[in-house]
């Protein structure tokens, strides 16, 4: 079955990086891109950027730019995402989700989340 | 502050239909598709419903989408008690260099 699985929980102090992976398994995974989403505690979900695992390409949040870096490695089916300089306010729970191209009448969109990985706890804390 | 506006709770009772409303703008939803997850307490989300109204397999057909203008719904009827979770609308925006947006959830209790 399509599945996404995360590395595990990290604790980092401010202006640390951290990088989390997601594995993929039961599909080709350059047909796909992956997108990656956070939701902080008792909070809402925010969109942190996509990357095609077909050629790299990626489209990050403008609030994130300069910060994050997504990258994949279609040798093992995993993607990374990469985020620097934590503040207090980065502590949330990161998600991966495959995410296809659909296309219609000439023109192309970012289609669904699905499925999910398990999430990654991230604590940016001094 | 979401871009997409939900209503932060709503409640049934067993059997009854409720919808769940999803309020945006001429830039997300007014010209892009609406897309609908379900968080379970404790879970990753998961995909309810894509595109406007299309379901996944695997999804019951008690769980409907509909789309208007700037606004969308999610429609559950013969609500049960395994519905009691957090809903979220999705879509993308237009504006700057484009975005996914999403609602800022609503937590869907069964009395």
């Known amino acids: 079955q399509v599945q996404l699985v995360q590395s595990g929980a990290e604790v980092k102090k401010p202006g640390a990086s951290v990088k989390v992976s997601c594995k993929a398994s039961g599909y080709t995974f350059t047909s796909y891109g992956i997108s990656w989403v956070r939701q902080a505690p008792g909070q809402g979900l925010e969109w942190m950027g996509w990357?095609?695992?077909?050629?790299?390409?990626?489209n990050y949040a403008q609030k994130l730019q300069g910060r994050v870096t997504m990258t994949t490695d279609t040798s093992t089916s995993t993607a990374y995402m990469e985020l620097r300089s934590l503040r207090s306010d980065d502590t949330a729970v990161y998600y991966c989700a495959r995410q296809p191209i659909y296309c219609s009448g000439g023109s192309c969109y970012l289609d669904w989340f699905d499925p999910w990985g398990q999430g990654t706890l991230v604590t940016v804390s001094s | 502050q979401s871009v997409l506006t939900q209503p932060p709770s709503a409640s049934g009772t067993p059997g009854q239909r409720v919808t769940i409303s999803c309020s945006g703008s001429s830039s997300n939803i007014g010209s892009n598709y609406v897309y609908w997850y379900q968080q379970l307490p404790g879970t990753a989300p998961k995909l309810l419903i894509y595109?406007?109204?299309q379901r996944p397999s695997g999804v019951p057909d008690r769980f409907s989408g509909s789309k208007s203008g700037t606004s969308a719904s999610l429609a559950i009827s013969g609500l049960r008690s395994e519905d009691e979770a957090d809903y979220y609308c999705?879509?993308?925006?237009?504006?700057?260099?484009?975005?996914?947006?999403f609602g800022g959830g609503t937590k869907l209790t069964v009395l």
């Open positions: 990357i095609s695992a077909y050629n790299g390409n990626t």
């Open positions: 595109r406007n109204n």
């Open positions: 999705a879509a993308w925006d237009d504006s700057l260099s484009g975005n996914w947006v």
